[in-house]
């Protein structure tokens, strides 16, 4: 990963602390990677379409889709998205209905109708029920938009199928467990839940998660 240009949120590095000393198992996980770390590209039109394309499929397959929409569109932007026509969208590897998703994004960040210029001042579950509202983007994809655009400290997908992989390989348990065995595991990290969860993926990947 190339970290030239990115800096990690002003939390990671006293959370990491706070994480190797809570919890040695994980703790062993981020030691493991002591120059890895979660960054923003600040653009949330870009974060939340990169969630859409990665919904149900492998870090991997997300990433080749995602290039090829890049090479395609040139710059993913909400007119941009809006006006190309859906055969060349579905032609990068898009499905009908994640083309539907993005399509109904655009119109969302063209009209208006998610409140982009006060989410920094509303709280994780306020944004989620904002982000919500619109078609295609459930809980999960408004998760991965409080870890990677907003850096919120604290987000703990419990659907997130590769945090729960994650979890059990560094615990030595079975595949899958359930909420309440999560959540439980998971309360010793709060406040750095997002920190814990990036990690876990980063366990299952050699390509850091991304959005």
């Known amino acids: 990963m190339n970290n030239i240009n990115y800096k990690p949120p002003r939390f990671w ?21 002591p120059k890895d770390f979660l960054f923003t590209k600040s653009d949330p039109f870009l974060t939340l379409a990169r969630s859409i394309v990665g919904q149900q499929i492998s870090v991997k397959a997300a990433q080749s ?40 994004l655009s119109d969302a960040f063209i009209e208006n109708k998610v409140k982009i210029k006060l989410w920094s001042k509303m709280n994780d579950e306020e944004i989620i029920q904002d982000l919500i509202q619109i078609k295609g983007i459930g809980r999960w994809t408004a998760e991965m938009f409080l870890i990677f655009n907003l ?44 920190i814990a969860t990036w ?13």
């Open 199 to 211: 990690y876990l993926w980063r366990s299952l990947d050699p390509i850091p998660v991304e959005y």
């Open 65 to 104: 889709v995602w290039d090829r929409l890049e090479i395609k569109v040139k710059k993913i932007a909400p007119y941009n998205i809006k006006k190309i026509h859906s055969n060349s969208l579905k032609s990068v590897g898009l499905s009908r209905q994640k083309i539907k998703y993005l399509k109904n």
């Open 13 to 33: 590095e006293r959370g990491k602390k706070y994480l190797i000393e809570k919890d040695k198992r994980l703790g062993n996980l981020i030691k493991s990677y």
């Open 151 to 194: 850096c919120r400290a604290d987000i703990f997908p419990l659907d997130d199928i590769g945090m729960i992989k994650g979890l059990c390989k560094i615990y030595n348990l079975d595949y899958p467990l359930n909420k309440n065995e999560v959540l439980k595991i998971g309360n010793k990290w709060k406040p750095y839940r997002s």
